[in-house]
């Protein structure tokens, strides 16, 4: 490329089809490698927010289920349910942010789930909402686990694939410089063109390396969404 810049300013002339096959290499590597990236990025995105569905979803058939249940088993299984969506959505999510965890969403899960097992079966009614909250319960665990290890894997490997993106676009940007580009108007606005699209690019590339905030965060909404759905079974006295 520097050769072909000499050459430029020598003679006028300068091996074009060499530069466009150079210049198209590295667009296709830039265009394959950032959409790797973004399938990858968005992915951890969408695995967290299924999860939480499918967790918030549980939580509240169980606070259904065991609503015929005898007491003290009704009233604690679902004051339980109420507790742990609200740790999720108050706590464990901001710790998650930071790649921690949370022990005391873990342990409200665990007290879920005896509380369950302690359900009594006397009836065909109660050893069907038996069944089906340990069931939930089982829902609730694993979307727990799969949105915790989403949430706090180091991402190695979207990082590599980001920082090549990054020298991607610094490369888009260089290469037209390198070989000698005249700065003729049209080149000029094209090249500030190019230049803020790409830095657009990254900017959202790097956005999307935090699944659980920034504008492209998947935010505790269904958990909310559950605790509005307690508060309102709780008000009605259904």
């Given at each position: 490329m520097l050769n072909a810049r000499r050459k430029t300013a020598a003679s006028g002339e300068a091996d074009s089809d060499s530069q466009s096959f150079a210049g198209g290499v590295l667009n296709a590597l830039f265009t394959v490698v950032l959409a790797f990236y973004i399938v990858f990025a968005w992915?951890?995105?969408?695995?967290?927010s299924k999860a939480s569905d499918q967790e918030a979803n549980a939580l509240i058939d169980t606070h259904w289920q065991v609503s015929r249940a005898p007491e003290p088993h009704a009233t604690t299984i679902q004051a339980l349910t109420a507790q742990y969506a609200a740790r999720v959505a108050d706590h464990e999510w901001?710790?998650?942010?930071?790649?921690?965890?949370?022990?005391?969403?873990?342990?409200?899960?665990?007290?879920?789930?005896?509380?369950?097992?302690?359900?009594?079966?006397?009836?065909?009614?109660?050893?069907t909402a038996r069944e089906q909250s340990m069931q939930n319960v089982r829902q609730i665990d694993e979307g727990h686990r799969q949105r915790v290890d989403v949430a706090t894997d180091d991402q190695n490997f979207n990082i590599m694939l980001l920082m090549a993106s990054i020298?991607?676009?610094v490369l888009m940007i260089a290469f037209p410089l390198i070989t000698g580009l005249s700065m003729r108007p049209a080149n000029v606005v094209t090249m500030v063109l190019l230049t803020l699209t790409i830095g657009f690019t990254i900017f959202i590339s790097i956005e999307l390396l935090h699944p659980l905030h920034g504008p492209f965060g998947v935010s505790p909404d269904a958990f909310k969404a559950a605790l509005d759905t307690f508060a309102t079974h709780t008000s009605t006295g259904a």
């Open positions: 992915q951890n995105g969408d695995d967290i901001s710790a998650l942010d930071r790649g921690e965890t949370d022990p005391e969403t873990d342990r409200l899960l665990n007290s879920l789930r005896a509380e369950v097992l302690a359900l009594p079966a006397d009836t065909e009614t109660l050893k020298l991607g676009g």
